[in-house]
């Protein structure tokens, strides 16, 4: 009765890894209306910000429902459509904070180099995945979107991010540190997903070995991509509310 009724789901039954993406598809998707129809119920200035998380869980919406169907037929991780999606996802992350530090004066360099450094971790993070994914040097192109990474971190951190928020009042400041943890702790999640799904694991050491990467790719999604989006939703409130 139990089995039968697992059966009938629209997903393969034992298959756990496509469930998360049609999860995954329907929570961009409920993110994405969200953001788009709140957009009229901010203030003018946090409009483009509230859009852009818009795009940014609608982009993967459509990516998760094309990487159910991909697992479900071939079995197989999507590398390409999940690395498709991040190319564009990660740089509009890189676009908020820009767009939220911009009043207090940020270049277009700041944009150009987090937009940059973005590139550089994901360009070598898909080698690392599609053509050396079963070989032991697959290591060394994570540690290179790792330094990459890392560059990211410390300009949101201690870098010019850092520093523009902080004059640009309490109510970015706060969203920028919240953000700093975003990044800080829920982009650490995809190297976990990358070290349990590629050979070469922690600098050649298997670790995580029972992962499955895409699971830990698919948490790391949900919570960054919406979590980022409710971040800049909450500034755009709280500064609302002061007005
Ligand atoms: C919405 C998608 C997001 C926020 C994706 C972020 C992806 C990363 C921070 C990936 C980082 C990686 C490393 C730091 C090393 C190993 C290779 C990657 C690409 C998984």
């Given at each position: 009765?139990?089995?039968?009724?697992?059966?009938?789901?629209?997903?393969?039954?034992?298959?756990?890894?496509?469930?998360?993406?049609?999860?995954?598809?329907?929570?961009?998707?409920?993110?994405?209306?969200?953001?788009?129809?709140?957009?009229?119920?901010?203030?003018?200035?946090?409009?483009?910000?509230?859009?852009?998380?818009?795009?940014?869980?609608?982009?993967?919406?459509?990516?998760?429902?094309?990487?159910?169907?991909?697992?479900?037929e071939?079995?197989?991780?999507?590398?390409?459509?999940?690395?498709?999606?991040?190319?564009?996802?990660?740089?509009?992350?890189?676009?908020?904070?820009?767009?939220?530090?911009?009043?207090?004066?940020a270049?277009?360099?700041?944009?150009?180099?987090?937009?940059?450094?973005?590139?550089?971790?994901?360009?070598?993070?898909?080698?690392g995945?599609?053509?050396y994914?079963?070989?032991?040097?697959?290591?060394?192109?994570?540690?290179i979107?790792?330094?990459a990474?890392?560059?990211?971190?410390?300009?949101?951190?201690f870098?010019?991010?850092?520093?523009?928020?902080?004059?640009?009042g309490?109510?970015?400041?706060?969203?920028?540190?919240?953000?700093?943890?975003?990044?800080?702790?829920?982009?650490?999640?995809?190297?976990?997903?990358?070290?349990?799904?590629?050979?070469?694991?922690?600098?050649?050491?298997?670790?995580?070995?029972?992962?499955?990467?895409?699971?830990?790719?698919?948490?790391?999604?949900?919570?960054?991509?919406?979590?980022?989006?409710?971040?800049?939703?909450?500034?755009?409130?709280?500064?609302?509310?002061?007005?």
């Open positions: 009765m139990y089995q039968n009724f697992l059966s009938a789901l629209p997903v393969a039954n034992t298959n756990y890894v496509a469930f998360t993406f049609f999860i995954g598809t329907m929570a961009m998707m409920a993110a994405a209306v969200f953001f788009f129809f709140e957009l009229s119920n901010v203030d003018q200035k946090w409009r483009t910000s509230i859009l852009v998380s818009g795009l940014i869980t609608f982009i993967a919406a459509v990516h998760y429902y094309y990487m159910r169907g991909y697992n479900l071939t079995g197989e991780s999507p590398v390409f459509f999940r690395y498709v999606d991040w190319i564009l996802t990660v740089p509009l992350m890189c676009v908020e904070f820009y767009l939220i530090t911009k009043k207090a004066g270049k277009v360099a700041l944009l150009w180099k987090l937009i940059f450094a973005s590139l550089v971790m994901l360009v070598t993070g898909y080698i995945e599609a053509i994914g079963n070989e032991t040097q697959s290591w060394i192109w994570g540690l979107s790792g330094i990474y890392f560059y990211i971190v410390y300009l949101v951190w870098g010019e991010v850092a520093t523009l928020a902080s004059s640009a309490p109510a970015v400041a706060k969203a920028v540190k919240s953000l700093g943890w975003f990044v800080l702790v829920g982009w650490a999640i995809y190297p976990v997903g990358y070290i349990a799904g590629t050979a070469g694991g922690l600098f050649g050491v298997r670790v995580f070995e029972g992962l499955s990467m895409d699971i830990v790719y698919n948490i790391g999604d949900a919570i960054n991509k919406i979590g980022f989006g409710l971040v800049i939703y909450a500034l755009a409130q709280s500064d609302k509310a002061k007005a």
